[in-house]
């Protein structure tokens, strides 16, 4: 894909939340509260418990129950999740993210799912922070697993983040809606309440109710499909691995699709609106050698029994990564063989490869913090080029990793470039993380440390990273430990790396800003005189 301190009660939204569940949540994976109209419990006195940008670490998602019910006419949704969390300290709250939610009724309930309250519990906003805080009135214990229960509702969103309205025109000018979800790098707290940070991985059992009309796709293949009431259906899916939130995806359209199997059994899915629906076999026969390839090059089974891969008429990025569920805007997805052009294929191809790069690099191993989104983007931008390298030769792929390293130094040269791994904390900042710098200047670092380290070394090097952190999160170190193994390298690389990934260009104007002796190599770094 391509505000810290403490606030003052005044600052703060009092939810004092209902005692009803919605209609969305008749069958809700959490049992509804007791209370029935009692008050909730009183605010006086409350303030909000948390002052900073990232969550606490004490409290510890493990498994979400979603179901969402999106109403396609009103362009609005509904919902509930109940999350099982483990504290690891005691405390009376429960802080997590949400925004543009209104929250209806929350509840928290012990393992035998008994409510700690026979009062509903009152929901403190921080909308600054994009945070709720659900307050018990009994201590959560240290050591203790809880399941929190939220019933919440929202409009779909009219931008391209969150759980959002999309549309498609037919042939014969009628419009047609959609509902899709983009929620890396911080939208998943838009569609519903959750731990909205890439460290807090979870599995997911989702469930989602729709119009017959429509149908729904989500990360895992559907396990089941109920009718529920006035003639709605609920599709039922497996639970998913443990994976973050920003990975999460659903879509409910009327799509129709083409599909495929890998050599390894995995079933692959291209789907599109129903008139362009011929133009998905070139994507099929894309997503299917790829997944051959990147299995045998990464001798890591793809971890999913399906993978989708879907064209949003109205997408921002070129594509998204959600595992088992990869979104694309329809130019980089479908291949029209009377009208697209050779550059058109390239693109549709690289792409293709980019995403399901990320399934291993980004989805089975995450970085633990947006300062290293490189390790997911950097990782997906090289690999793309030995993907279609490896499965498509005539495209003659190669001569765009030299045009795309050329462009990063370049680009790295200016005054205005920054260290590949830079701090960034609030939304704004993770998003400008997404750039020329950790796409392709971290591409062209591994493409060097390829040519050092020699490809058998940096392929075994790569797969023991991945497997050491799968259903994990790592850092750079993680990396550089795991691309070599003999100590002298090691403290070679790291030096060496160290430099190109906290050096940006100086701030003043002379070519040469520094020359550092390591092991008696010279690292000697230049830049533009932009003046």
């Known amino acids: 894909m391509i505000p810290v301190g403490l ?36 605010p006086d006195n409350l303030s909000f418990p948390w002052s900073r940008l990232r969550l606490p670490r004490y409290i510890i998602p493990l498994h979400y129950r979603l179901l969402l019910h999106p109403n396609i006419t009103n362009l609005s949704f509904t919902g509930s999740v109940q999350i099982q969390i483990d504290v690891q300290n005691n405390t009376n709250w429960v802080v997590l993210h949400s925004k543009g939610l209104r ?17 509903v519990l009152p929901v403190l906003h921080n909308p600054s922070h994009e945070q709720i805080g659900i307050f018990s009135p009994r201590v959560l214990s240290n050591g203790q697993k809880y399941f929190l229960y939220i019933e919440f509702e929202a409009e779909l969103a009219e931008g391209f ?34 731990f909205d940070e890439p460290s807090f991985k979870a599995n997911f059992s989702i469930r989602i109710r729709r119009s017959p009309e429509y149908i729904s796709l989500s990360n895992m293949p559907v396990a089941k499909t109920v009718e529920v009431h006035d003639g709605l259906l609920e599709d039922r899916f497996d639970a998913s691995v443990k994976m973050s939130t920003y ?3 659903f879509v409910i359209c009327d799509f129709k699709s083409v599909t495929a199997t890998t050599s390894s059994g995995v079933q692959v899915s291209i789907y599109a609106a129903p008139e362009k629906w011929l133009q998905t076999r070139y994507a099929l026969e894309v997503a299917v050698k790829m997944l051959d390839f990147y299995e045998e090059y990464f001798n890591i089974r793809y ?39 050779i550059s058109d294929k390239l693109w549709i191809t690289m792409v293709i490869g980019h995403e399901l790069a990320h399934q291993w690099f980004g989805n089975l191993v995450t970085m633990e913090w947006w300062n290293d989104i490189w390790l997911n983007e950097g990782f997906a931008r090289y690999m793309e080029y030995i993907s279609v390298e490896a499965t498509y030769p005539d495209l003659k792929v190669e001569e765009y990793l030299l045009h795309t390293c050329f462009a990063a130094v370049g680009h790295d040269s200016l005054n205005s470039s920054r260290p590949i791994s830079s701090p960034a904390e609030n939304p704004t900042q993770i998003k400008q993380m997404f750039d020329t710098v950790s796409y392709d200047k971290g591409a062209c670092i591994l493409h060097m440390l390829r040519h050092f380290l020699t490809e058998d070394v940096f392929q075994s090097g790569i797969v023991r990273y991945l497997r050491k952190y799968s259903y994990r999160n790592a850092h750079n170190q993680d990396l550089w430990d795991s691309l070599t193994n003999v100590q002298a390298q090691i403290m070679f690389l790291v030096k060496v790396v160290n430099v190109w990934f906290s050096e940006r260009s100086h701030s003043k104007s002379e ?9 008696h190599r010279n690292i000697e770094k230049f830049m533009m005189d932009r003046n």
């Open 7 to 42: 606030l003052v009660l005044s600052l703060f939204h009092v939810s004092l939340v209902g005692s009803q569940p919605t209609q969305s949540s008749q069958q809700a994976p959490g049992p509804p509260h007791p209370a029935g109209e009692q008050p909730p419990l009183a």
């Open 103 to 119: 929250i209806s009724m929350a509840t928290i309930l012990d393992q035998n799912l008994a409510h700690l309250s026979d009062k």
């Open 161 to 194: 983040y969150g759980f959002y309205k999309s549309t498609y025109r037919t042939s014969t000018g009628e419009t047609r809606i959609l509902a899709s979800t983009h929620f890396e790098p911080t939208s998943a707290r838009m569609a519903f309440p959750c």
């Open 247 to 249: 990975l999460v995806a």
């Open 303 to 341: 971890p999913l029994p399906k993978q989708d891969l879907i064209a949003i008429p109205d997408f921002q990025s070129g594509a998204m990564e959600n595992w088992g569920l990869t979104t694309y805007r329809e130019t980089s997805l479908l291949f029209d063989p009377l009208t697209s052009s």
């Open 511 to 519: 070519p040469l800003v520094c020359s550092m002796m390591v092991h």
